[in-house]
């Protein structure tokens, strides 16, 4: 006789908060399948809505220069009371948040790297075959910075729109774009794999591309529990380390700092590697460190320390000179090929 794993209209309710984007909405679902998985007494329902980041699709995001863009109207339903955690994409979420909410829980990472997306109209394969004068759509100047640095013979253009509406502009047969950066972990998580040409390994990603953030109000308890089965131990320790590097800084999602930390469960050992670029590419301030976490000592600790010293390397090496520049001249204006 089957046995009905349906939680009861009367058990205990989660209920769960999310944008309303197809790529948000996938994300939501598989922390929901993680958390029934975990509790399958606990029925759980997800609240969706929009953001101001979703409802502005004609702005460059670095004119705002602010990562609350995507997070804001969740955390007033969150301290509404009105839902009792909230999904993020890790990369969206400030790294100071507000007093009264926490980060909970880090789930695994899908692959952080870049990937190229080419028009189905050329055959190149990688950046470094693209002619002189290509067009390359991103609305990341963190992705522009480091692409001028590295191909100068390239020229960058603003796009903004979900994926599924980035990659309706590349594929139009009237399209100014040759090519898309876009996230892996994106085209992965919505099945569109097949269409990345290139994963980008020369680019460092952005603070948290890849993994999810699970936002909670700090005195809840019971929510605490529950989200606690969703932590992926080398995602958070190596997520952590990045986001204190970007909070020393003062950095966000409209700053071209890039961070790669990874985590080597057998050694116990964290290293990280950050990048802070001009967004025209001409300067740039690189710097990286390693520990070895001791078990004695709390892990999260650690790995924000670890964040810590690098963003003090970097800011000895002039990094404060670059954001600070950028500060004074919008990216937006910088960026002559988005206008």
């Known amino acids: 006789m089957p046995v009905n794993t349906t939680p009861s209209p009367t058990a205990e309710l989660l209920r769960v908060g999310s944008r309303d984007s197809k790529l948000a909405l996938i994300q939501t679902e598989l922390v929901v399948a993680a958390i029934r998985q975990a509790h399958p007494a606990l029925r759980v329902e997800i609240e969706t809505m929009k ?38 994409s890790l990369k969206d979420m400030p790294t100071t948040l507000p007093d009264n909410m926490t980060l909970a829980a880090i789930t695994e990472r899908e692959d952080p790297r870049d990937a190229l997306i080419m028009a189905p109209r050329h055959s190149y394969k990688t950046l470094e075959e693209m002619p002189s004068g290509s067009v390359i759509g991103t609305g990341s100047v963190r992705r522009v910075a480091q692409l001028r640095r590295l191909y100068p013979m390239l020229k960058f253009m603003d796009i903004r729109g979900n994926l599924n509406t980035r990659l309706a502009k590349l594929d139009a047969e009237d399209s100014p774009f040759d090519a898309l950066i876009l996230a892996v972990a994106g085209m992965t998580r919505l099945g569109l794999e097949s269409r990345i040409t290139q994963r980008i390994d020369s680019v460092l990603h952005a603070v948290g591309q890849g993994a999810l953030g699970i936002e909670i109000r700090s005195d809840d308890q019971r929510t605490a529990r529950i989200a606690a089965t969703l932590n992926h131990r080398a995602t958070r320790l190596a997520c952590l380390a990045e986001r204190e590097l970007m909070r020393v800084l003062e950095g966000g999602c409209s700053v071209p700092i890039g961070a790669v930390a990874q985590w080597d469960d057998s050694k116990r050992h964290l290293e990280m590697q950050a990048i802070v670029v001009s967004p025209d590419g001409e300067h740039a301030v690189e710097a990286s460190s390693d520990i070895t976490v001791d078990l004695e000592e709390d892990e999260d600790t650690q790995a924000r320390a670890l964040g810590n010293t690098v963003a003090a390397m970097m800011r000895e090496r002039g990094a404060e000179r670059i954001l600070h520049s950028i500060e004074r001249t919008p990216p937006a204006a910088v960026d002559s090929a988005s206008r």
């Open 51 to 88: 953001t101001i980041g979703d409802k502005i699709q004609d702005v460059a995001l670095s004119k705002f220069g602010d990562k609350g863009l995507f997070t804001k109207e969740l955390e007033v339903a969150l301290e509404a009371g009105l839902i009792d955690l909230v999904v993020h």
